[in-house]
């Protein structure tokens, strides 16, 4: 495990401070978000109050079994990166960071395909990793002719993240597809429904999450469940089988709730015999790449330099 940012705790903190102090005026997300909470949510930007930016290059596809892609395909394609997007599995889209992920497709050289997955309550579990797993499925046999290569990167952020791993859990358990994704992203995900202690002990305190807005998201996702019921492998992968799973970055912050899950699905991970590097940024709340701050360009660079290097 590596800290990171260390010399940039001072702003983090106070980044932090301003958000908690400006809680008042977002929309609440917990204990159970009702519909006109989560249109907003859907209508602006993850972590903000206005509509994201759609780019021109960005091009919204539908391919096969009417998977729904947002794409984005620079001049020069060096490999594909599956990007999955967050939101509670209820809000986000595939749309939602244009400028991000165009950024990150012409400096890492990859054409990016953001899945635009079915969102809770009105598809629950298993909707959105259905559409994950068809997603990957139709990159595994259709990228080389798609975009001239068959070096496959998956990744997310949040309940991105948390889908990812599904993803390639199911790859290699329903579909036999092993070792076609040759790297995974993995920010600051949920890998356990049941909660870890962080998830637990974090509390109210209003940052972009805590213990009632996950109690929430999950509720929505996996709907008359009980906590034994969503310690399943196939919805919190931290109990999973993790053999054959590609490289991994696993990044999450200190302050974040879901500290524990990171911490601990990457030393499985190690344990089950694949390479991960674990990075725990110094005081960042969850989401904080979602706000122009310094930690948030210096984890973009690192994003950007592991999925052009993987």
């Given at each position: 495990m590596t800290i990171t940012d260390e010399d940039c705790l001072a702003e983090t903190l106070a980044f932090n401070a301003r958000f908690e102090a400006a809680?008042?005026?977002?929309?609440?997300?917990?204990?159970?978000p009702g519909a006109e909470v989560l249109a907003l949510l859907r209508r602006n930007r993850l972590g903000g109050d206005v509509p994201p930016v759609r780019l021109p290059q960005g091009q919204d596809r539908v391919v096969g079994g009417g998977v729904r892609f947002r794409?984005?395909?620079?001049d020069h394609v060096d490999g594909v990166y599956?990007?999955?997007?967050?939101?509670?599995w209820a809000f986000g889209s595939a749309d939602g960071q244009d400028e991000r992920l165009w950024r990150l497709a012409v400096e890492a050289r990859l054409a990016v395909m953001s899945v635009d997955y079915r969102l809770a309550p009105e598809h629950p579990f298993p909707a959105g990793p259905d559409d994950c797993e068809a997603a990957a499925r139709w990159l595994v046999d259709h990228a080389e002719a798609e975009f001239g290569t068959r070096r496959l990167l998956i990744g997310g952020e949040s309940a991105g993240a948390h889908l990812s791993v599904l993803t390639l859990l199911r790859l290699r358990d329903r579909q036999g597809v092993t070792g076609r994704f040759r790297a995974a992203h993995l920010a600051f995900g949920p890998y356990d429904l049941s909660m870890t202690p962080s998830q637990r002990l974090f509390g109210s305190r209003p940052l972009l999450s805590n213990s009632?807005?996950?109690?929430?998201?999950?509720e929505l996702f996996t709907p008359d469940m009980g906590a034994e019921e969503r310690r399943d492998p196939e919805i919190s992968p931290l109990?999973?089988?993790?053999?054959?799973?590609?490289?991994?970055?696993?990044v999450v912050g200190a302050q974040d709730p879901l500290l524990d899950d990171s911490l601990f699905l990457a030393q499985r991970w190690q344990a089950a015999g694949s390479p991960v590097q674990l990075g725990v940024v110094a005081g960042a709340m969850h989401g904080f790449t979602l706000f122009p701050t310094t930690v948030t360009a210096r984890e973009q660079q690192r994003e950007r330099d592991f999925l052009a290097g993987a």
């Open positions: 809680a008042a005026s977002r929309p609440p997300r917990g204990p159970a794409a984005f395909v620079p599956l990007h999955i997007h967050g939101g509670g009632d807005s996950l109690r929430a998201s999950y109990y999973a089988d993790l053999t054959g799973m590609p490289s991994a970055r696993i």
